[in-house]
């Protein structure tokens, strides 16, 4: 059954004992918060997700904070109703390359959506007092990563929907030590759009509205459907609606509603909306701000978004997450469609991948059916690797480190991973090095463009499995315990060792 909002996920989370309500105070003001604490420690233990309502140093009082939803890879599964993450990751590859499960979202009425009960307009508005801001680490703005981002080719009127982040000026620190302006505190976010040159597409339609001299009318819908904020982190071919798709795995089509101020439609159930446009112009720097490779950007050049209407729920809550070492809350939220983008890919034209796993620091583990001698063709290790790198979606492409294991390594224990490339691989002729590939915008590793961003990155691909017959006629038999043996053991011992 479909979740119609975050609300119903969040009651589901209730009903299996993983939400808390937290009602001790918790500091969340600039310099002073405690929330990156709190994430580190709910990720180290595999904590729950918790509603804070005592907030200290906050702006917004009234509206309750919602934090580490999706902190485990089980929590993340049950957006698409699995129980487990392979078998959630299998559902939406399975729905990614089948477009004719896919649905039109249809549009419903104003009355039967449940995002306007409060709307603010134009000079109206006041973001320091309209939007809740909280603080992480040593973060210089607020921000906020809980939206998709709709807005449409400006020549085609295509739509997009994508999950980008926005921060906020309120209060913020200016890496250069300059002071924000009173129009930006109060009517303006600055978007992580990529623009110039564009590397998401809600960066292509910017730069197509830069060069007409046009601003770019976009709409945030924050703390939707979980699902529908996977299809929008899902990347799905240039022009191909990601609201179809999200109707696809929610087997049901989703609902939307017209914009106050613009000719856009956003889901009619999402918790907030944000209306606006982005601008072209100098870009806003702030900073720092922690990105999801772990490092403070020190400086960032972004395009500013103007705030032309806010409308939400009268009750409304707040999701706020955040980037830093990981694992992080939302890293699930983005790992599943990226396993899914690669391994739907993948799987389409080579039988014999079995999963495709990414670990939250972004290495991609290839899992065959098949190892040595089984293997369709010598050398198919390295096939593998090339098949990754050219995969469709935007991920494949940017993988730093792939690695081609056999049936029997499990793809998401490291150790295992180890023990593989330990036995089964000679540096020199098991690897491959690609010197021009493009590479991820958030390593800090690579040389960085004129733009402040690195476009060229380097690749490594470790073939790690069986070279038989290529090199061998036979292989070692692994030492190991029957897995079946193992457990029938557990449960028999339980009580003298537990
Ligand atoms: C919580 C979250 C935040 C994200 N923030 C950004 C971001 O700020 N910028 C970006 O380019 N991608 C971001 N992503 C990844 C994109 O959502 C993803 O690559 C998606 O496919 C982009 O849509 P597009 O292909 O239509 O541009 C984020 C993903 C998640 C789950």
């Excluded at 978004?305 to 729920?313: S, Y």
């Excluded at 691909?461 to 053991?489: C, M, Q, S």
């Amino acid at each position: 059954m479909a979740y119609r909002d975050l609300r119903d996920f969040l009651a589901l989370l209730e009903q299996r004992n993983q939400l808390k309500h937290v009602h001790a105070p918790v500091r969340v003001d600039r310099g002073h918060s405690e929330l990156d604490a709190l994430m580190r420690l709910l990720q180290d233990d595999k904590g729950p997700a918790v509603i804070m309502d005592n907030l200290q140093g906050y702006n917004t009082p009234g509206i309750p904070l919602v934090f580490n939803p999706y902190g485990t890879r089980e929590r993340t599964a049950w957006i698409v109703g699995k129980d487990n993450w392979l078998d959630a990751k299998l559902r939406v590859a399975e729905v990614l390359g089948d477009r004719t499960c896919w649905k039109k979202p249809v549009v419903v009425d104003r009355a039967q959506s449940t995002c306007k009960d409060v709307v603010i307009k134009g000079d109206d508005i006041s973001l320091d007092r309209d939007l809740p801001a909280v603080w992480y680490g040593k973060e210089g703005p607020s921000y906020m990563c809980n939206a998709i981002t709709v807005s449409k080719d400006p020549d085609t009127g295509e739509r997009n929907v994508g999950c980008y982040r926005y921060t906020q000026f309120f209060n913020a620190s200016h890496p250069m030590g300059a002071a924000y302006t009173e129009e930006q505190i109060k009517r303006r976010l600055a978007g992580f759009v990529w623009w110039n040159p564009p590397m998401n597409h809600i960066g292509l339609h910017f730069n197509k509205a830069v060069k007409q001299g046009k601003t770019l009318p976009i709409a945030l819908a924050a703390m939707v459907d979980p699902v529908v904020q996977l299809a929008s982190a899902t990347g799905l071919p240039y022009g191909v609606d990601e609201y179809e798709f999200a109707g696809g795995l929610r087997g049901e089509p989703v609902e939307l509603v017209k914009c106050e101020t613009n000719d856009l439609e956003v889901p009619a159930h999402a918790e907030w909306v944000i209306e606006g446009e982005l601008v072209p112009g100098e870009p806003a720097i702030i900073g720092p701000h922690g990105n999801p490779g772990g490092y403070y950007d020190k400086m960032l050049w972004l395009p500013e978004m103007r705030v032309n209407c806010i409308t939400r729920r009268k009750d409304a809550m707040w999701y706020t997450t955040q980037e830093m070492i990981p694992p992080f809350d939302h890293v699930y939220m983005a790992l599943l469609p990226v396993e899914a983008e690669v391994l739907s890919d993948l799987k389409k034209k080579i039988p014999e991948v079995k999963d495709v796993a990414c670990s939250p620091n972004l290495s991609f583990v290839v899992q065959l059916s098949v190892d040595g001698a089984n293997k369709p063709h010598a050398e198919f290790g390295k096939y593998i690797l090339h098949a990754v790198w050219g995969a469709a979606g935007r991920w494949g492409r940017t993988a730093k480190m792939v690695v081609v294991v056999g049936p029997d390594v499990d793809p998401y224990d490291w150790n295992s991973i180890e023990w593989a490339i330990m036995t089964r691989v000679q540096p020199y002729s098991d690897t491959i090095i690609n010197r021009s590939a493009q590479a991820y915008l958030l390593d800090p590793s690579p040389v960085k463009s004129e733009q402040g961003i690195p476009v060229m990155g380097e690749q490594i691909g470790i073939d790690a499995t069986i070279k038989v017959p290529e090199r061998f006629k036979d292989y070692p038999e692994a030492a190991n315990a029957d897995p079946a043996v193992v457990r029938l053991l557990r449960e028999r011992l339980k009580a003298c060792l537990d």
